[in-house]
């Protein structure tokens, strides 16, 4: 497949090879999928699972296509009580609240100071974990070209 477009093109481009607009040629509508274009789901405005994938020209076989795409998690609830960032992130998590509720206490500014450059760091090593190999995936995004210094977890 070429790429990504929109499916206001996917439709444009259709209507091209049918003929029906514009450019009136006799191309088949069918053959090896060049586009592709997201609906539904995909902007955020409706459900997830109505969502869809529509590809042009519409394929004369069965393809095999390989999707890669990125979930938003599900929230903190009573039947699913961790998440991404309470199991890889816990101390900058520990770190982040103390920091916001200190707003709410008297005490003295040193241990503010102390729990945001707490959080600062943890951030920092939280960030190289994902950079490096934890958040990578070798077969879709290749080998890791420069090496990049992960902490170890």
Sequence with gaps: MV???????????TDRLTGTEGDLTSQDTTG????????????????????????????DAAYKFRIYYNKQTTGLSASNTTTYLSNYFPQGLL????????????????MLTLYEN?????????AGM????????DYT???VRIQVKSPSP
């Excluded at 994902?130 to 995936?137: A, Y």
């Design 130 to 137: 994902q950079i490096g190999r934890r958040r990578r995936d």
């Design 118 to 126: 707490k959080y600062k760091t943890s951030i920092q090593q939280f």
């Design 3 to 13: 790429g990504k477009k929109d499916q206001t093109y996917l439709s444009e481009y």
């Design 95 to 110: 770190y982040a609240c103390l920091s916001e509720a200190f707003s709410y206490l008297k005490g003295p500014m040193e």
């Design 32 to 59: 090896f999928p060049k586009y592709y274009a997201m609906f539904g789901g995909a902007t955020g405005l409706t459900d997830t699972t109505s969502g869809g994938l529509y590809v042009a020209p519409t394929p």
């Design 141 to 143: 995004d290749g080998t």
